[in-house]
T-cell receptor
Framework: QKEVEQDPGPLSVPEGAIVSLNCTYS??????FMWYRQYSRKGPELLMY????GNKEDGRFTAQVDKSSKYISLFIRDSQPSDSATYLC???????????FGGGTRVLVKP | ETGVTQSPTHLIKTRGQQVTLRCSSQ?????VSWYQQALGQGPQFIFQ???????GRGNFPPRFSGLQFPNYSSELNVNALELDDSALYLC??????????????FGPGTRLLVL
């Protein structure tokens, strides 16, 4: 079983809809949680970064972390065709330097 | 502010050959991490360099090695290439090493194809 699980999709939504993404994890040592966006044949771009449990909002993006359930979410409001990409969740322990990624969810926003 | 850059963008090698990939860290960052991303999968941590020394390694064999230079740029070397080494190789830079709170910023990657 992988440490971080993420539905590969694709997740197809109409323009303007809310995109809901999530990851589950098994290692309770993870303390830092990130969401990256990756366009085809490009490097991952950091979208959101949160520490421990709670919510964080940045523009159209909201990240939620529920450590008791080992579950994290990313919501994208008012989705645009330019949001079509693969979204990767990543996690890190308090000590150490390695990011552990989910497999990514491919999102398609249709005009 | 200059972002993370990597070279070359694409590379084709044959099985058994050796390859060197290069990375320049983002301005102000002193730590470089390398990841391997196979097609359709998330990145896998290879190793990290801080102060010119390896500082943490993932589940990769010794034929994967690296260097970090005084200007914080880095190289990833892979010897005895295998077909399964075909992947996107990503470099990420950050401003501290092994401490809480730092975030990693990725370069565009080098796509390696082993034939």
């Amino acid at each position: 079983q992988k440490e971080v699980e993420q539905d590969p999709g694709p997740l197809s939504v109409p323009e303007g809809a809310i995109v809901s993404l999530n990851c589950t994890y098994s290692n309770s040592a993870f303390q830092y949680f990130m969401w990256y966006r990756q366009y085809s044949r490009k490097g991952p771009e950091l979208l959101m970064y949160t520490y421990s449990s709670g919510n964080k909002e940045d523009g159209r993006f909201t990240a939620q972390v529920d450590k008791s359930s080992k579950y994290i979410s990313l919501f994208i409001r008012d989705s645009q065709p330019s949001d079509s990409a693969t979204y990767l969740c990543a996690m890190k322990k308090a000590a150490g330097n390695k990011l552990t990624f989910g497999g990514g969810t491919r999102v398609l926003v249709k005009p | 502010e200059t972002g993370v850059t990597q070279s070359p963008t694409h590379l084709i090698k044959t099985r058994g050959q050796q390859v060197t990939l290069r990375c320049s860290s983002q301005s102000g960052h002193n730590t470089v991490s390398w990841y391997q991303q196979a097609l359709g999968q998330g990145p896998q941590f290879i190793f990290q360099y801080y102060r010119e020394e390896e500082n943490g390694r993932g589940n990769f064999p010794p034929r994967f090695s690296g260097l970090q230079f005084p200007n914080y740029s880095s190289e990833l070397n892979v010897n005895a290439l295998e077909l399964d080494d075909s992947a996107l190789y990503l470099c990420a830079s950050s401003s501290t090493s092994g401490m809480s709170g730092e975030t990693q910023y990725f370069g565009p990657g080098t796509r390696l194809l082993v034939l």
